[in-house]
């Protein structure tokens, strides 16, 4: 992992936006806007992993956090507006690695994916991949100077792979079309590159070595690398974690995209191999981008769609939706995408943070997995995996602030962090699925409703 990067200074450094100065589109949104507000008797999950506190004050002031504490030891000022939120929860802001921007059939998801992540609860992302760069590029800049609602967007340049891959990628065939590739969108203002299952070893290493020549990150959605090669190439971090894994493929032929599922549904997930390509992992500093939320959806046995997320769906994703629901259940006594399958994708992701580890989470939006609710449901899968509710709220939020050079600014419930918190209907650390029902997102301390996002994109995930 790269230290990150010139241009998060202007972020970093960001104070509140003046209300006046937001669009009618973003105001009738926001349900709390003024300049000093506290929270009040709310129990706290920090983003720090420690244990939840109960009966906290959290002071905002000019979209900074300005005091945290017990509510007995806290004062509230004259001046500020005062919300009583006892018998809720309070989380930092969702810090989503792997939040695209587009769905399947829709390159740029201009309208619902930034109103569903900021309703959902996120409040910056990584779009990890650009099917409409110069779109993504427009739709993040459009949030920050207040046009239109949403999280701060960091976009990703387009995906690049190899001859055998998707022609709507890009497939640089020399080391120098590669560093052409990254000079150009370094100078567009992408934050990243994201390598793709069918990329050539050398292309994989001239972007990595380009990219960080500038500063910015590389990812991968691999499969023609092994783990442990791209770890040795100095990729920063990998996606999916172990269903993308070809390292246990025996005779994998160099270079080339193989069937990985034989591979691991016979693994170990104590054993020597897994151990060896988690330790290379570690010992070259590539963090994990934890997807459960897609992954799931692999797995029939497993929960699908809820009513909430089908019912965002276009009226073309729904019966896309039902058809595979149909495929799925077809499949069921036959599918090698088991429960203990499952349970190996699970098993991974913990011995990776427990050899020291660093992993964030996205939902890799799609299918029934749609911005926002797919992020809340990795959080609920980081628990069934056996993380505490507070440690899977730190992968949600710090970690991947970390992961984008603002550990420092946001992901923390801290004096002088930057003020983009959900509030949650609830106690959660007694029950993940509150992280389902958020209040209020304030995102730079501004207080967003989530009902009045949700409902300007009902029925058109799929559409625009």
Not at 129 to 141: D, K, Q, Y
Not at 283 to 307: C, N
Not at 398 to 416: C, K, Q
Request: proline residues 6%; aromatic residues 6%.
């Amino acid at each position: 992992m790269i230290a990150l990067l010139a241009s998060l200074a202007g972020w970093a450094g960001a104070s509140a936006q003046p209300v006046a100065d937001l669009s009618d589109r973003v105001r009738q949104h926001i349900r709390h806007d003024a300049p000093q507000i506290a929270l009040v008797g709310v129990r706290l999950v920090d983003g720090s992993g420690d244990p939840a506190r109960a009966d906290q004050t959290v002071l905002i002031e000019d979209g900074r956090i300005r005091q945290v504490g017990p509510a007995a030891d806290i004062s509230v000022p004259d001046g500020f507006t005062v919300l009583d939120l006892a018998g809720h929860s309070v989380i930092p802001g969702l810090v989503g690695l792997h939040n695209h921007l587009h769905y399947p059939g829709t390159p740029a998801s201009h309208h619902t994916a930034p109103h569903l992540y900021l309703a959902g609860g996120v409040t910056t992302l990584f779009s990890a991949g650009s099917a409409a760069p110069v779109a993504e590029l427009n739709m993040a800049r459009a949030v920050e100077r207040g046009y239109g609602p949403g999280p701060d967007m960091r976009i990703a340049a387009p995906y690049v792979t190899g001859p055998d891959g998707n022609w709507v990628m890009a497939q640089p065939d020399t080391a120098e079309a590669a560093h052409r590739f990254v000079d150009y969108w370094t100078e567009n203002g992408v934050a990243g590159f994201k390598l793709y299952r069918h990329v050539t070893p050398d292309i994989a290493r001239a972007v990595i070595t380009r990219a960080h020549a500038h500063g910015l990150p590389v990812t991968g959605h691999l499969c023609s690398l092994t783990y442990r090669q791209a770890a040795e190439m100095g990729i920063d971090r990998i996606e999916h974690g172990f269903l993308s894994m070809s390292d246990l493929v025996g005779d994998k032929p160099e270079g080339v995209c193989t069937a990985t599922l034989a591979s691991l549904e016979t693994s170990d997930p104590d054993g020597e191999a897994i151990g060896a390509v988690i330790a290379a992992l570690v010992d070259h500093d590539v963090t994990l981008t934890s997807t459960l939320a897609i992954i799931e959806s692999h797995f029939a046995q497993r929960p699908q769609g809820d009513a909430r997320s089908l019912t965002m769906l276009a009226p073309e994703a729904r019966a896309a939706y039902d058809s595979r629901q149909d495929a799925l259940a077809a499949r069921l006594e036959t599918t090698r995408f088991t429960p203990e399958l499952f349970g190996r994708v699970l098993a991974f992701e913990r011995r990776f943070v427990a050899a020291g580890g660093h992993l964030v989470a996205g939902p890799d939006t799609g299918r029934h997995i749609i911005p926002g609710h797919g992020d809340q449901r990795n959080v609920e899968l980081l628990v069934e995996a056996g993380f505490t509710v507070e440690q899977a709220v730190r992968i949600a939020t710090h970690n991947g602030a970390v992961e984008l050079g603002l550990g420092t600014d946001r992901g923390l419930i801290r004096a002088g962090y930057r003020a983009d918190l959900v509030v949650l209907q609830g106690d959660l650390s007694a029950d993940i699925s509150r992280i389902r029902h958020p209040q209020i997102v304030f995102r730079n301390g501004l207080g967003y409703d989530p009902e009045s996002l949700a409902e300007a994109a009902v029925g058109q995930v799929g559409l625009r």
